[in-house]
Nanobody, 126 residues
Framework: QVQLVESGGGLVQAGGSLRLSCAVS????????MGWFRQAPGKEREFVDA????????HYADSVKGRFTISRDNAKNTLYLQMNSLKPEDTGVYYC???????????????????WGQGTQVAVSS
């Protein structure tokens, strides 16, 4: 079993930056894929980005390419999401996600996910 706990959300003006963290506990392995999803009010949860826990391969949704960066620190068992040039449409609850199945790369569908965090709120004002 894996537990995911997000932190770092908040309110920021458009054009600003935020860094989210996801503390990972429990049994993981090199086959794990980690990532982020988000859910705006009244909308479905959508894929943001993903990274392989072992090799650091990354994949981004088109809407965040060039603005967001996903990274991980294996020694600290922590996943990060650096968000720059934030836009009002980036507002939503951001969820840390993980799957233990490497073949589900890039874990871009909700049903690819085995574990979810509780979410952290990000609000971007215009």
């Amino acid at each position: 079993q894996v537990q995911l706990v997000e932190s770092g959300g908040g309110l920021v003006q458009a054009g600003g930056s935020l860094r989210l963290s996801c503390a990972v506990s429990g049994r993981t392995s090199s086959s794990y894929i980690m990532g982020w999803f988000r859910q705006a009010p009244g909308k479905e949860r959508e894929f943001v980005d993903a990274i392989t826990w072992s090799g650091g391969d990354t994949h981004y949704a088109d809407s965040v390419k060039g603005r967001f960066t996903i990274s991980r620190d294996n020694a600290k068992n922590t996943l990060y999401l650096q968000m720059n040039s934030l836009k009002p449409e980036d507002t939503g609850v951001y969820y840390c996600a993980a799957t233990r199945t490497r073949s589900r790369w890039p874990m871009a569908r909700r049903y690819d996910v085995d574990y979810w965090g509780q979410g952290t709120q990000v609000a971007v004002s215009s």
